[in-house]
């Protein structure tokens, strides 16, 4: 289902300064800052500064340049957090089917411990 984007959502908000955040870093492209609620000692949500409402949106409109710019952010922000050459999983949730609550594309950078396997087959 393809939701139209809110400029009020969260991490709009946070983008505009209307919200605060843990800031980690920032380009032309993209912030990167602390998920407030933590899964893993490194939890980093990266979001492009375009106005995207999921990863289909993101491929499909935004343009080579915002890309490789929000990618190139996200590989900075995980040598920033000291994830980069241990390891790290990425990942974004696309739609509510998988578990997308704010609608404005992220990454998440998870890191710091072992991170186990991707999905349990007991998740159901
Ligand atoms: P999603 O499920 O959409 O991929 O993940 C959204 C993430 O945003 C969640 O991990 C949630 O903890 C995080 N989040 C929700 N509200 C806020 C907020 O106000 N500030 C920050 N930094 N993270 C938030």
Known sequence: MVVAYDRDNIFAKILRGDL???KRHETE???????IAPKTPVHVLVVPKGEYVDFN???ARATAEE???FWRAVK???EICGVG???FRL???NGEVAGQIVFHFHVHIFGGRPLG???RASDG
């Open 20 to 22: 605060p955040c843990t």
């Open 29 to 35: 492209w993209a912030m990167a800052f602390d998920d």
């Open 57 to 59: 949106d993101f491929t």
């Open 67 to 69: 890309q490789a710019g």
């Open 76 to 78: 900075e922000t995980a």
């Open 85 to 87: 050459e241990e390891g």
């Open 91 to 93: 990942t974004t949730n």
């Open 117 to 119: 396997r991707m999905v």
